[in-house]
């Protein structure tokens, strides 16, 4: 009988085991049943976003990076500050450039009054990341579903753990490196930087000091709006082609058009992602591919699942705040 037992509590301690498991896996089609108009009221809204201003749509890719490469891709970026935590939206990288909030609210009204208590926060950023690209020309891809909200955000990790416009080549394998993604999976995500604009804040140094590997008539033409001093928020396109998804950013590599430091450092040199730029610059397909890749990989950065977190009414707060 004692066997018995023990071998009936092994069971069960594997079937459970096994169940958590699945239970903490996502899936494509994860609201399926429970809400199977998700999709196409978040693909509305971002068309519809898209429709009023192009931009928008580079600045939901840019959010659902932002979110999850701090602490996993869990909508904490989206709280406002408590008296129990600052938040993430202060944070450095973050302060008075990280945009969408709005767009993210009214997709979570629609959802509640469609599908109370069940979509994500979470999973309305990676949805809304994805039907962005699709909308400015780019690849689909399927979006693994059933991500929870976090109850708390960090400030600090915000601050210490989104990649720096300013970092050399060495440093950007490195902090992609800590999440998990290859050299050349930083290259292909960083070509998500072919749509959306640059504040001079961010770019003004490689125009002014730090002018080795850019071409003279491009520099040249970036002064006009971005003066050594002043016009902090000035605004210029990533790319040539920044209302499109396309492999114009790596054309632009290439040819040392690279806004950011950070992003030329991809290029130049004979430094070790050279090849890797090149080859993305001659096959938009490649690029296409290998993108939607390396996007469903870091929507996969750490999910609460299961009964982990929450699924948030307001994605601005945490329940019963």
């Given amino acids: 009988m004692a066997s018995f037992s ?24 994860f609201y399926s049943s429970s809400c199977p108009s998700a999709l196409s009221i978040i693909e509305g809204a971002i068309s519809s976003a898209i429709s009023s201003e192009r931009r928008m749509g580079a600045s939901l890719l840019r959010l659902h990076f932002h979110d999850c490469f701090v602490n996993g891709c869990d909508a904490s970026v989206l709280l406002d500050d408590t ?15 990280l945009r969408g909030y709005e767009v993210i609210d009214s997709i979570k009204t629609q959802l509640e ?6 979509v994500s926060c979470a999973d309305i950023l990676a949805v809304a990341a994805r039907d962005s690209v699709v909308a400015l020309g780019g690849t689909r891809w399927n979006v693994p579903l059933g991500r929870r909200d976090a109850t708390t955000a960090s400030f600090d990790a915000a601050e210490s753990n989104l990649p720096s416009p300013f970092l050399d080549l060495g440093d950007l394998i490195s902090a992609f490196s800590n999440k998990g993604f290859t050299a050349q999976e930083l290259v292909v995500l960083s070509g998500g930087h072919t749509i959306g604009q640059a504040r001079c804040l961010t770019f003004r140094t490689r125009l002014y000091d730090n002018t080795e590997n850019i071409d003279s008539a491009f520099a040249s033409s970036l002064k ?5 001093s002043g016009g902090d928020d000035n605004l210029s396109p990533l790319d040539e082609s920044a209302g499109s998804f ?33 080859s993305y610059s001659l096959d938009s397909g490649k ?5 939607a890749k390396a996007m469903t990989k870091m929507g996969n950065l750490s999910p609460l699942t299961g009964s982990n977190g929450e699924i948030r009414t307001n994605c601005r707060k945490i329940n019963g705040s």
Avoid at 113 to 118: E, I, M, S
């Fill in 224 to 228: 006009k709006n971005c003066p050594s």
């Fill in 83 to 97: 008296s129990n935590f600052k938040g993430e939206k202060t944070a450095g990288p973050n302060d008075g450039s």
């Fill in 6 to 29: 023990s071998s009936l509590t092994l069971y069960l301690s594997i079937f459970l085991l096994l169940l958590g498991i699945a239970s903490a896996q996502l899936s494509t089609n």
């Fill in 113 to 118: 009054k469609q599908c109370p208590g069940v």
């Fill in 287 to 291: 690029f296409f591919t290998d993108f």
């Fill in 246 to 278: 396309d492999n114009t950013y790596f054309k632009n590599l290439v040819d040392k058009k690279g806004i950011f430091h950070s992003d030329q450092q991809l290029f130049g040199n004979n430094g070790s992602t050279d090849s890797i730029v090149n």
